[in-house]
């Protein structure tokens, strides 16, 4: 299954300079030691299990196993909105 991502999206991540900025967007992230922490945008939780990783420019949520970089980010809650 091949997936594309709108061309209005693609237009929203070039402006962003890293992933945490684009990100910061859609859910409320507080800096933890070297990464960022919050509520995953992808299910329904109360204690944040998504991190962000400004060094490798990549996500992981530990409650839903969703994990990419910039553009799999996008390209997933462009499906969601």
């Known amino acids: ?9 693609l237009q929203q991540v ?8 684009y990100i910061q967007q859609f859910v409320d992230l507080k800096r933890k030691g070297r990464n960022y922490l919050g509520l995953c945008p992808f299910h329904s939780e109360k204690t944040p299990s998504f991190t962000v990783s400004a060094e490798k420019q990549i996500f992981h949520c530990f409650g839903c196993h969703e994990s990419g970089d910039l553009i799999a980010f996008a ?5 969601l909105t």
């Open 1 to 9: 299954m091949s997936r594309r991502i709108s061309d209005n999206t």
């Open 14 to 21: 070039k402006q962003f300079s890293g992933i945490v900025d």
């Open 75 to 79: 390209e997933k809650i462009d499906n």
